[in-house]
């Protein structure tokens, strides 16, 4: 009771500081929105460090104070309904640690509206999510990992200063080239109906039967086209599942999309809800409607007019491919592109995932065969990622005698070329050991999705299995699918590592680490070790030391 009265307090004398210097609220400009301090939609942490005011140009939205029924899920859910009609947005959902109450952050790429969302849709959002949410003017977002980034009018500032006069000369005919590009939004005069989702590669399906498989869900997909990948995932509340299928082109997307209404699965034949999923931003973008009209040059110099291109993906009469930036907000600019065309022919742009580098298979030839040859059989297996298949030309050529790219022969060099992003334990006998991992091959999100909790926090690996380190072993690693793993180089961190490799090597056993739906294998010293490098990674030379070890995780 007594922390009440003093907010009470506080509060009301906050409410006589602002009328003693403010004009009468009455006769200020109906343009300004004004919070007071009483006002329920501003949080009393944001009143605490910027008072009643808001800023005058903001993107950014930090929600929090929803009823404390509702999971992150159905917050998130909520939020993608009810901000639909507006242009791109991004939803991050955060729960510090120590916190009982999670957070959204809400990034809207369109200026105004944020603003416009604080002004008009406060009722709704009250009725859907708590009569004390608050809405909160931001200049931040927040990573996957909860840390504090820029928004990305900020971030474009920092880059230009610290680009040379040059780069910034091309940075500015690159921003006039994204102005021109950008038409106006229409105005809307009522929220589009469901239907008029913007498409995507990513179909979205659920309320499945927690006990759904991906091979369930092939069968049900497959007729539409070929699939990228699938994730399966379970409700907070275990009664239920929900998935995320790529597929290979947004036509196939949409056809998808339209055959599916209406599904129903499971024994008890439970209707699902079905729709495009949100492509997530990455600096690696899928391009269609390509032909035979079309050279991997063409494409670059149309989409370098948005940003430094890293690489292109494409083989000749394909009719889709992939280009690469160096940063991330220059796929977002040509995601957002509304006229990109190559000879009078309008593409279509979605954000693709990042793939690793090397995804050379063993019993492939350095050279570059012709296009059939690359891309293996004509109906490959749905499992199989298309980015793999597609980049497999690109990746002979840097693997084999061509350009030679360089040689990791060091930690220092794989600690710089290879970015840790996990850093967490590994426990043996009650033993701790910290470590990050570098990946170097496989898909990054099993790392994220699999080895932190529901508040990202990173899971302890506790080793409770052990396998021979044998041929066995090496032969069942290397049948993996790419898509159902990532490999990564384990580096000590605080505590030195030694006791733990030498345990393995005693054992002459790799370690096994099951954290709910992975397994994680962990490789010390040895020639199997070794091998497993050269095949997933042969550009890493690294000697054996008492400072690492590999692990391998595979989802299950």
Same mark, same amino acid.
């Given at each position: 009771?007594?922390?009440?009265?003093?907010?009470?307090?506080?509060?009301?004398?906050?409410?006589?500081?602002?009328?003693?210097?403010?004009?009468?609220?009455?006769?200020? /400009?109906?343009?300004?929105?004004?919070?007071?301090?009483?006002?329920? %939609?501003?949080?009393?942490?944001?009143? =605490?460090?910027?008072?009643? =005011?808001?800023? =005058?140009?903001?993107?950014?939205?930090?929600?929090?104070?929803?009823?404390?029924?509702?999971?992150?899920?159905?917050?998130?859910?909520?939020?993608?309904?009810?901000? @639909?009609?507006?242009?791109?947005?991004?939803?991050?959902?955060?729960?510090?640690?120590?916190?009982?109450?999670?957070?959204?952050?809400?990034?809207?790429?369109?200026?105004?509206?944020?603003?416009?969302?604080?002004?008009?849709?406060?009722?709704?959002?009250?009725?859907?999510?708590?009569?004390?949410?608050?809405?909160?003017?931001?200049?931040?977002?927040?990573?996957?990992?909860?840390?504090?980034?820029?928004?990305? #009018?900020?971030?474009?500032?920092?880059?230009? @200063?610290?680009?040379?006069? !040059?780069?910034?000369?091309?940075?500015?005919?690159?921003?006039?080239?994204?102005?021109?590009?950008?038409?106006?939004?229409?105005?809307?005069?009522?929220?589009?109906?469901?239907?008029?989702?913007?498409?995507?590669?990513?179909?979205?399906?659920?309320?499945?039967?927690?006990?759904?498989?991906?091979?369930?869900?092939?069968?049900?997909?497959?007729? #539409?086209?070929?699939?990228?990948?699938?994730?399966?995932?379970?409700?907070?509340?275990?009664?239920?599942? #929900?998935?995320?299928? *790529?597929?290979?082109?947004?036509?196939?997307?949409?056809?998808?999309?339209?055959?599916?209404?209406?599904?129903?699965?499971?024994?008890?034949?439970?209707?699902?809800?079905?729709?495009?999923?949100?492509?997530?931003?990455?600096?690696?973008?899928?391009?269609?409607?390509?032909?035979?009209?079309?050279?991997?040059?063409?494409? %670059?110099?149309?989409?370098?007019?948005?940003?430094?291109?890293?690489?292109?993906? #494409?083989?000749?009469?394909?009719?889709?491919?992939?280009?690469?930036?160096?940063?991330?907000?220059?796929? &977002?600019?040509?995601?957002?592109?509304?006229?990109?065309?190559?000879?009078? %022919?309008?593409?279509?742009?979605?954000?693709?995932?990042?793939?690793?580098?090397?995804?050379?298979?063993?019993?492939?030839?350095?050279?570059?065969?012709? !296009?059939?040859?690359?891309?293996?059989?004509?109906?490959?297996?749905?499992?199989?990622?298309?980015?793999?298949?597609?980049?497999?030309?690109?990746?002979?050529?840097? *693997?084999?005698?061509?350009?030679?790219?360089?040689?990791? /022969?060091?930690?220092?060099?794989?600690?710089?070329?290879?970015?840790?992003?996990?850093?967490?334990?590994? &426990?043996?006998?009650?033993?701790e050991y910290p470590v990050s991992l570098h990946r170097i091959f496989g898909d990054e999100n099993i790392i994220q999705d699999y080895l932190r909790d529901s508040e990202g926090r990173a899971l302890k690996l506790a080793l409770s299995q052990r396998l021979p380190m044998d041929e066995a072993l090496f032969d069942k690693i290397t049948a993996f699918k790419d898509d159902e793993i990532a490999v990564a180089f384990a580096v000590e961190k605080d505590r030195p590592i030694e006791n733990l490799l030498n345990y393995l090597e005693e054992k002459k056993a790799a370690g096994v680490a099951p954290v709910d739906n992975v397994q994680t294998f962990l490789l010390g010293n040895s020639a199997i070790t070794q091998r497993i490098i050269r095949h997933f990674a042969p550009e890493i030379d690294i000697p054996p030391s008492q400072r690492h070890f590999v692990t391998v995780i595979k989802k299950s």
């Open positions: 009771m007594g922390f009440d009265d003093r907010d009470r307090r506080s509060d009301s004398k906050k409410a006589r500081r602002s009328d003693s210097r403010s004009p009468d609220p009455r006769r200020r /400009s109906p343009d300004k929105f004004n919070g007071r301090s009483n006002s329920p %939609h501003l949080s009393k942490f944001y009143r =605490e460090r910027f008072g009643d =005011e808001s800023p =005058e140009h903001y993107n950014n939205l930090r929600m929090s104070n929803f009823d404390t029924r509702l999971s992150k899920e159905d917050v998130k859910e909520i939020l993608e309904r009810e901000f @639909r009609e507006y242009k791109r947005f991004e939803i991050k959902m955060v729960r510090h640690d120590g916190d009982t109450e999670c957070f959204a952050y809400v990034n809207f790429e369109e200026t105004g509206v944020a603003k416009e969302i604080r002004r008009t849709k406060i009722p709704i959002l009250k009725k859907v999510l708590g009569s004390r949410v608050c809405l909160d003017p931001t200049g931040v977002v927040r990573d996957q990992e909860g840390k504090y980034i820029p928004d990305r #009018y900020n971030r474009s500032l920092m880059d230009r @200063r610290e680009r040379s006069p !040059p780069e910034r000369e091309r940075e500015k005919e690159r921003e006039r080239e994204r102005e021109r590009r950008r038409s106006p939004p229409p105005r809307r005069s009522s929220p589009p109906k469901s239907r008029n989702e913007s498409p995507t590669r990513t179909i979205f399906i659920g309320n499945m039967p927690a006990a759904t498989t991906e091979k369930e869900i092939k069968n049900v997909i497959e007729r #539409y086209g070929k699939i990228e990948c699938i994730e399966i995932k379970m409700a907070e509340n275990g009664l239920a599942s #929900y998935a995320f299928i *790529n597929m290979v082109s947004i036509r196939e997307a949409i056809a998808a999309r339209h055959g599916l209404d209406g599904l129903t699965m499971g024994r008890e034949e439970r209707r699902c809800r079905v729709g495009f999923g949100k492509s997530q931003p990455s600096k690696r973008v899928w391009v269609g409607d390509l032909g035979s009209w079309c050279t991997r040059d063409m494409i %670059h110099r149309e989409f370098d007019r948005l940003g430094d291109v890293e690489s292109v993906e #494409y083989t000749a009469g394909d009719e889709y491919g992939y280009v690469t930036y160096k940063d991330t907000q220059a796929g &977002v600019d040509a995601v957002s592109g509304k006229n990109l065309m190559i000879k009078g %022919h309008k593409l279509t742009v979605d954000f693709a995932k990042i793939v690793p580098d090397r995804r050379r298979r063993r019993s492939e030839t350095p050279e570059s065969p012709p !296009p059939k040859k690359v891309r293996g059989p004509r109906t490959p297996s749905p499992a199989k990622s298309i980015d793999t298949l597609s980049s497999v030309e690109r990746e002979k050529s840097e *693997n084999g005698n061509g350009n030679g790219s360089p040689k990791i /022969s060091t930690l220092s060099d794989l600690q710089r070329t290879k970015v840790s992003t996990w850093k967490g334990n590994v &426990v043996l006998k009650k033993s």
